[in-house]
């Protein structure tokens, strides 16, 4: 998602250069006359990416107490645990600080690369999603629902990080005669029949509550696989063209499993290619030395 900027508003560089000046005096000046500022956050990416930016976006909020900070993004309703953060998505033509979160660097761990754009030291700190004890609605009663439950998501929107449908319908078979249920989620792909079919029926928060509600989540580097972490659910990631190690952090409930072809992690490495999604081989999928088997072994070993 390569949606205009902020500052495509300006419609020329002179234009550009000259709100740039302006912020650059501003900013000091209104610091020291101990005025509110105005710090705009542009994100407007992947779910995924998003996800990542929840530490970043919350150490701002911390940073900044007596100013504004307002964030301009694709799926603020992961954001709203947030307090004293502004959603916007028509910000003000002038604002007094302006970060663009979107097209990090494939070469620095996404955390640190997101921290050094607005400025503030690293942490160690992984995203979290709080749900709220209120009741959502889920099309899926797990009081009915044999344990223990693993959700599969097999979506992507890159076509080399696909895992084959076949070794994921592997998959599913080898859980369900080990006793346990298995849900098939996510969006935007034709479902492959790995267990109850909950693929496009679910909103964001729907979807952070049932993976919430499941024992353990398998899924390909994926918006899913951000988001079963943010809610702390133990997860075995497949990795292919990306490295694990560039978008998570090390913790005991991740259980990243990595590619052994010559083309694994490529996207993080100076081979990477320019279009996302197309392998340096010319790989359809850069999991396929991934088998079935040890997926099963990874998330039998994981579920609580």
């Given at each position: 998602?390569?949606?205009?900027?902020?500052e495509?508003?300006?419609t020329?560089p002179?234009?550009?250069?000259?709100?740039?000046v302006l912020?650059?005096?501003r900013?000091?000046?209104?610091?020291?006359?101990r005025?509110?500022?105005y710090?705009?956050?542009?994100?407007?990416?992947r779910l995924g990416?998003?996800?990542m930016?929840?530490?970043?976006?919350?150490?701002?909020?911390?940073a900044?107490?007596h100013?504004q900070v307002?964030?301009?993004c694709?799926?603020p309703?992961i954001f709203?645990?947030?307090?004293?953060l502004t959603?916007?998505d028509?910000?003000?033509?002038e604002?007094?600080?302006y970060?663009l979160?979107r097209?990090?660097s494939?070469?620095?761990?996404r955390?640190?690369d997101?921290?050094?754009k607005v400025?503030?030291?690293?942490e160690e700190?992984?995203?979290?999603?709080?749900?709220?004890?209120?009741?959502?609605y889920?099309p899926?009663?797990?009081a009915?629902?044999?344990?223990p439950?693993?959700a599969?998501?097999?979506?992507?929107?890159?076509?080399?990080k696909?895992?084959p449908d076949?070794?994921w319908?592997?998959?599913?078979d080898?859980l369900?005669?080990?006793g346990?249920?298995?849900l098939?989620?996510?969006?935007?792909?034709?479902?492959?029949g790995?267990?109850?079919?909950?693929?496009?029926k679910t909103d964001?928060?729907?979807?952070?509550?049932?993976l919430?509600?499941?024992?353990?989540?398998v899924?390909?580097?994926?918006?899913?696989?951000?988001?079963?972490l943010?809610v702390d659910?133990?997860?075995?990631?497949?990795?292919?063209?990306?490295s694990?190690?560039y978008y998570?952090q090390?913790?005991?409930?991740f259980?990243?499993l990595?590619s052994?072809d010559s083309?694994?992690?490529?996207w993080?490495?100076d081979?990477a290619?320019?279009e996302?999604g197309k392998?340096?081989?010319?790989?359809?999928?850069c999991?396929e030395?991934?088998p079935?088997?040890?997926v099963?072994?990874?998330?039998?070993?994981?579920?609580?």
């Amino acid at each position: 998602m390569h949606e205009e900027t902020y500052e495509d508003r300006y419609t020329t560089p002179m234009e550009r250069r000259y709100a740039r000046v302006l912020r650059a005096y501003r900013w000091p000046l209104k610091g020291f006359l101990r005025q509110a500022r105005y710090i705009l956050l542009e994100l407007r990416w992947r779910l995924g990416d998003e996800i990542m930016a929840i530490p970043v976006v919350e150490n701002m909020v911390k940073a900044y107490p007596h100013d504004q900070v307002a964030l301009w993004c694709s799926y603020p309703e992961i954001f709203r645990h947030i307090e004293k953060l502004t959603l916007t998505d028509k910000p003000p033509r002038e604002v007094d600080r302006y970060c663009l979160l979107r097209d990090a660097s494939r070469r620095k761990p996404r955390f640190e690369d997101l921290a050094l754009k607005v400025g503030l030291p690293v942490e160690e700190h992984s995203p979290s999603l709080p749900l709220k004890a209120k009741s959502i609605y889920i099309p899926i009663d797990f009081a009915t629902l044999k344990t223990p439950v693993v959700a599969l998501a097999p979506a992507t929107t890159w076509a080399n990080k696909h895992w084959p449908d076949s070794y994921w319908r592997q998959l599913a078979d080898l859980l369900r005669a080990k006793g346990v249920t298995t849900l098939e989620v996510g969006a935007n792909h034709a479902p492959l029949g790995l267990g109850h079919d909950l693929v496009g029926k679910t909103d964001v928060l729907q979807l952070a509550h049932v993976l919430h509600n499941s024992d353990a989540v398998v899924s390909v580097d994926s918006g899913v696989m951000h988001l079963a972490l943010a809610v702390d659910t133990p997860t075995v990631g497949l990795f292919g063209p990306t490295s694990p190690d560039y978008y998570v952090q090390p913790r005991p409930d991740f259980h990243p499993l990595e590619s052994l072809d010559s083309c694994a992690g490529f996207w993080n490495k100076d081979r990477a290619v320019a279009e996302p999604g197309k392998c340096i081989l010319d790989h359809a999928s850069c999991l396929e030395s991934i088998p079935p088997q040890e997926v099963l072994d990874r998330v039998l070993a994981a579920l609580p």
